[in-house]
């Protein structure tokens, strides 16, 4: 007589418990070295999203490689800048746009710093702020810690739930039409996370994890940097890097990711005075205040000896996905070259020409368009203190499965 096996009941399986989000990832983009910028694009014309005293230009002058390998992107120090014109700076737009299931590692050694200066590497959707916008890296004048935030519409909120941040929270409405435009805020309590103390410690490194269950940013100064961390890492782990510093969970009253965020490119600039930085009671948090009739503009931007820090230097700006990260729909060329090989590690394949500027550096000549509005920071020049505390966040959602299996003889 055959015997029958009990059926298996679904409350003898493993208790369904939420399911981990994907924490791994490989290498899809690589800007590095004399290709770093055959990823971006070059903005041109004068700055009209955020009103800063620059026209972006793509000369060698703003934009190089070095001899040890690494990117510079710079405010032009060497012109005397005649009243009423503009100071050359430098604005990239990368070619690809991201999914979520993207992180992007940014390593600088040194970073823009100065009075009257503003610099960002955050993303944007195509359409602002609807498909959303994320800071990673945005600090003004000499600020010594950084500002995370991220930029909707409404409905999102900030809600680093029980995972926790390492920041302090600022703002959590991330609609872009509160609060003067400050976004959801975290502030970085590290204070070599920017300005002077980042670039006296050699710098340091950027994580920032955009995905469906939430978006988190990590920094980790020159001495604390993981081993895993590098430029030819052809993995990353997020499990590994402990908690972030900014986190926006979806989940629990947070914001939808997939609602609130379109596919992202990378923005990364240099602007001068402007909505935020050249407001004077901003300014004269961490410059001298200006006395009337002294403008951010007068004081600053027509003299070159003002922006002898004003200047990233970029060890390498790596992209980790899958697959399907890439957005071949937006991307310029369908993304080209933008997916790995079996090897785990592609660079773009850019179309830009380049020329010598003397023998020292590679000079970038590509074309470009303007971009979104996007980035846009506090309007008023009477921004509070608090509308500096921008945020940054990012969580750990997930879904719960559940099978019942019958077996029998």
Request: hydrophobic letters at 35%.
């Amino acid at each position: 007589m055959l015997n029958k096996l009990p059926l298996i009941l679904l409350a003898l399986l493993p208790a369904a418990s939420p399911a981990a989000a994907a924490t791994a990832y490989d290498l899809i983009v690589s800007h590095k070295g004399a290709s770093f910028f055959d990823g971006f694009a070059f903005a041109q014309g004068y700055d009209n999203t955020t009103n800063g005293d620059v026209v972006w230009a793509n000369s060698s002058k703003v934009a190089y490689v070095n001899d040890q390998g690494k990117a510079i992107l710079k405010v032009d120090n060497s012109t005397e800048v005649p009243y009423n014109e503009k100071r050359e700076s430098v604005k990239l737009y990368s070619k690809n746009y991201y999914r979520p299931g993207t992180v992007w590692v940014f390593d600088a050694t040194h970073v823009p710093v100065g009075c009257s200066v503003w610099p960002a590497l955050f993303t944007q959707g195509t359409n602002w702020p609807e498909h959303g916008e994320i800071d990673i890296f945005e600090v003004v004048n000499n600020d010594q810690t950084n500002q995370y935030a991220l930029h909707t519409t409404a409905g999102c909120i900030a809600s680093p739930g029980s995972g926790g941040q390492t920041g302090t929270q600022g703002f959590a409405t991330c609609d872009q039409n509160q609060n003067s435009g400050s976004g959801c805020t975290v502030r970085d309590m590290d204070a070599a996370s920017a300005g002077k103390g980042f670039n006296d410690a050699q710098g340091g490194v950027y994580v920032a994890a955009f995905e469906t269950e939430g978006i988190r940013i990590w920094f980790f100064t020159r001495s604390k940097v993981p081993s895993a961390l590098t430029g030819e890492a052809n993995t990353i782990d997020l499990d590994a890097l402990g908690t972030p510093s900014a986190r926006y969970n979806a989940s629990a009253g947070g914001c939808d990711i997939p609602k609130f965020f379109g596919s992202q490119r990378l923005t990364l600039d240099i602007t001068l005075c402007g909505d935020f930085a050249g407001s004077p009671t901003i300014l004269q948090q961490t410059c001298p205040a200006l006395v009337s009739p002294q403008t951010c503009y007068t004081t600053y931007v027509l003299k070159p000896e003002n922006y002898q820090q004003a200047w990233f230097e970029i060890n390498y700006l790596n992209v980790y996905g899958t697959s399907g990260s890439i957005d071949s729909g937006l991307s310029v060329n369908g993304g080209q070259g933008g997916v790995s090989s079996s090897s785990g590690s592609s660079s773009i394949v850019g179309t830009s020409s380049t020329s010598k500027a003397g023998t020292s550096s590679t000079a970038r000549t590509t074309s470009t368009t303007t971009g979104n509005a996007g980035n846009a920071l506090p309007t008023s020049t009477t921004v509070s203190s608090a509308s500096r505390t921008r945020y940054w966040f990012a969580g750990a959602g997930w879904a719960v499965g559940l099978a019942a299996v019958v077996l029998s003889s």
